[in-house]
Structure formats: C-alpha cells, structure tokens
C-alpha cells in the first residue's frame, strides 16, 4: 500500500526523518542523497518540511520531497535489473555526489570563504580560499573526492598539508594537519572517504582545525556552496523507465 506522510523539521533533518519512521541506515543515505543540492546543516530552517512517499509494508521510501523556503528538492529511488537500489533526480542523474560536502566532523565553521579577510596570525587583509573547520586535535580528515596526491609535506602557512588533483576540473587541499594517515605519498592514490590525515594546528593556526580548499579549473571556490557533481546518470531503456516512475511519483509529492 502507497503512502505519503510528511513531517515538519524542527531541529535536524534526521529528527525529521526518525519522526517518519526511518532507522539510521536510511537516514544517512538520504543525507548522502541531498547532499550536492542542500547544506543539511546551514539551509534547514525550522519549518521546513520533509515529504515522503513509502509502499508499505516496505520501508524504503521511493520519494522524498525536502522543501526548504521556497525551494523543493526532489530524490526518487530507483532499482535496476541487478537489484541495487540509489537515489535520483528527476532528470535520472545521481543525486550521489562524487565530492563530500565536508572532510571532517567539525564543531563549527571558524573561518569563512572570503576574497578580503584580516588574517589572524600576520595581521594583514588578504584572500582566505578556503574554509576553516574547528575540530579537536586528532580527528580524522578524510578526502572528498578520489584523486591523486600531488603533494605531501610542509609548507609556509599550510604547515602540514595534503594537496589532491581530484576529477577534472577539481583539485583539493588539507592543511594544518597534525600529521599524515599511513601510506599517503606523492604520487600515490586516494579513494573518497579515505582518512588521509589528522586535525592540528601546524604552520599558520591559533588553534586546532582543518583548513580545506576547493579549486575548479585552479580558481578557489567557496567549498560550502560550490556545485559538486554527480556520481553517473541512468541512459536508455533504464531512464525511460525511471522517468514515468519519478513522473508519477512527483505528481503524488505535489498532491
């Protein structure tokens, strides 16, 4: 039996989601699935809503609606021959990202993107292209993206850093790191989710935190914002078939 129920956040998007019903494991690959669209943790407001589409007895939902402002974000699971079940959009491109949104579990952001800063430690305005992320020494600072490590080292200001050519046209960076994961050279391979460091405070800091960089085409972008790209998109008869699905089952969201 197809059924739509719809829950108003009040604080978190998994207090939202637990209130529907969902376990942990589905929660976490809904955040996964909205995370190249919306910033679960700075574009929530209280009041937002989250509508979802469930066929009973069956837990998976098939569709989630997030609606925040004006906004509405759609995912709609699809299952291919093989059985493997994933969330997409409504034009069958993967709502996975091929980038995570942040490399670490940070307290707060205590630093922001910006072309013009005073800089805490030399004292003089200049361009901060990246953002800082508080977090206690020693936390585990995992790569965004898969890529290949063009540098591992020191450097003046970074102090010890790990740089990634990740995807054309991306590339990364994470400084001020306390020290290196095991195995991370020049040269070497990384895969998305790999802990390639640890939060310190070496070179330029005034306390523990990862400084992490986002560069398309080698122009710093804002990595709270920036567009991440999908992970694949469905082709053929495949999307044929899941576009008369999420066409239905939108219809169902918007009712």
Known sequence: ???????TVDQTF????????????????????????VDLRRDLRQGDTLS???????????????????????????RDPKGEARYYAKDGQSTKPAFSRY???????SSDFSSNRLDPVTHRWQSHDG???AAPSGTPVHATAQGRVTFVGRQTGYGKV?????????????????????????GGTVKRGQVIGYVGETGWATGPHLHYEVHVDDVAMDPLTVDLPGDDRLHGEERRRFAK???????????
Not at 1 to 7: C, F, I, L, Y
Not at 103 to 109: D, H, K, L, S, Y
């Open 52 to 78: 979802v589409i469930y066929d009973r007895p069956l837990s998976e939902p098939l569709a989630v609606r997030l609606t925040t402002g004006s906004s509405s974000h759609d995912v709609f699971l699809y």
């Open 131 to 133: 953002v800082d992320l």
């Open 14 to 37: 998994s207090d939202a989601a637990q209130s529907l019903g969902m376990d942990t494991t589905t929660i976490a690959t809904l955040t996964e699935a909205f995370e190249g669209n």
């Open 1 to 7: 039996m197809r059924v739509t129920e719809s829950a």
């Open 245 to 255: 699905e999420a066409e239905s089952l939108s219809a169902e969201l918007a009712g």
């Open 162 to 186: 790990v740089m990634l050519e990740n995807p054309p046209p991306y590339s990364t960076v994470y400084a001020h790191l306390s020290r290196f994961a095991k195995g991370i050279r020049n």
């Open 103 to 109: 490399p670490i579990a940070f307290t707060r952001v």
